[in-house]
């Protein structure tokens, strides 16, 4: 395999000049940037990423630092994303994933794609929370995607949980339920406090007489991942009484809506005709897996990858926090 100083002797040039061909050609001259072009060409020296430049490949490189959304299914769009926005623009893209809680693997994940030399950086999370940017990624460009943060002013891109929960509780209002059962997901995550907003603001904007409705709360403990626990509330009043006082199970996420449909039908009611059922997250499309098919609502994904990725194409200037729509899955469980 060709080496650098192979390089640097077929051309007849320093080593220092090989190295500037590959990271810094603007500052060679058009004679020794070619002479050090055809060394590689005949050599076949491609030393990293950078020196794909200098062997014709056009474009401009993003780097991505997946926070476990490579390895979460239903946030992995996200990265999907990214990879057809920028090939679409000409530009290139890698991804280094890492996980938050390890600051050896983050570090060295940060090293990663420092040496890739890229033109910008998407932060992204396979969960909605606020993110720590690490301080040698803020000499570059940097977009959010899934996460916020508080360290630097930063344009981020993340879902209008409002809005999908405030859809979800003004559909159940037009259908006439009144006694919904709310299981949410953590009680400090971003996304429960601005669903819960959405849903109640639905339902008494709606609602004309307001004691006729009643609705009740139960959260998971904080930065709980264990979704069956979202649904003890559940199996504790299944428990408890005979019927359920409840005509709605409004799931904080699908997962939790999937227990809900098995302890419900185990217990011998009908979903829809004895109590309704919704979701959130529409995760890798599961909700058409449900029986019945379940209402949900989808987190853009897609849509959070590829508005982070032309966010740096563009060049785009500003810091806001840019909420994207939720779509309501219309299933019949409710």
């Known amino acids: 395999m060709a080496s650098l100083k192979d390089v640097a002797q077929l051309a007849g040039v ?5 190295s500037r061909a590959l990271n810094n050609p603007d500052k060679l001259s058009d004679k020794t940037y070619q002479a050090v072009k055809r060394a590689i060409d005949q050599l076949g020296y491609v030393p990293n990423f950078a020196a794909q430049n200098i062997r014709g490949v056009t474009g401009k490189t993003i780097g991505v630092l997946s926070l476990g959304t490579a390895t979460t299914p239903f946030s992995v769009e996200i990265l999907l ?16 994933n890492t996980f938050e809680n390890d600051e050896a693997e983050m570090e060295q994940a940060v090293e990663q794609l420092i040496s890739h030399r890229p033109n910008g950086i998407i932060i992204a999370r396979n969960g909605l929370k606020i993110v720590q940017v690490p301080e040698k ?3 570059f460009p940097i977009a959010l995607a899934n996460c916020v ?65 009643k ?7 904080a930065d709980g991942e264990d979704y069956f626990e979202g649904a003890k509330p559940l199996i504790d009043l299944l428990q408890r009484h005979k019927k359920l006082d409840y005509d709605v199970i409004v799931c904080g996420n699908d997962r939790i809506a999937f227990v809900a449909y098995q302890l419900l039908l185990s217990h011998g009611y009908r979903i829809p005709e004895d109590i309704a059922v919704t979701g ?4 890798v499309g599961i909700a058409r897996l449900f029986i019945p098919p379940l209402t949900t609502v989808e987190l ?35």
């Not at 320093?14 to 090989?18: A, D, G, K, P, Q």
């Not at 994303?81 to 280094?96: D, L, M, N």
């Not at 990725?309 to 500003?318: F, K, S, V």
Request: charged share 25%.
């Open 14 to 18: 320093s080593l220092m000049t090989v």
């Open 81 to 96: 994303a990214i990879e057809k926005t920028v090939r679409k623009f000409g530009w290139h893209s890698y991804v280094i």
């Open 137 to 139: 990624l803020r000499q």
């Open 149 to 213: 943060t508080e360290d630097l002013p930063v344009a981020s891109y993340i879902p209008d949980d409002y809005q999908g929960q405030y859809k979800i509780g003004k559909l159940l209002v037009e259908k006439g339920y009144k006694k919904p059962l709310f299981l949410h997901i953590p009680h400090n995550y971003i996304a429960t406090k601005a669903r819960k907003k959405g849903f109640e603001q639905a339902f008494f904007a709606e609602e004309t007489d307001k004691s006729a409705v």
């Open 215 to 221: 609705i009740s709360h139960y959260f998971m403990q």
């Open 280 to 283: 959130y997250d529409n995760m």
């Open 300 to 334: 853009p994904h897609y849509a959070m990858g590829e508005q982070a990725a032309l966010h740096l194409i563009e060049e785009r200037e500003d810091t806001e926090c840019h909420k994207i729509t939720c779509p309501l899955i219309m299933g019949k469980s409710c």
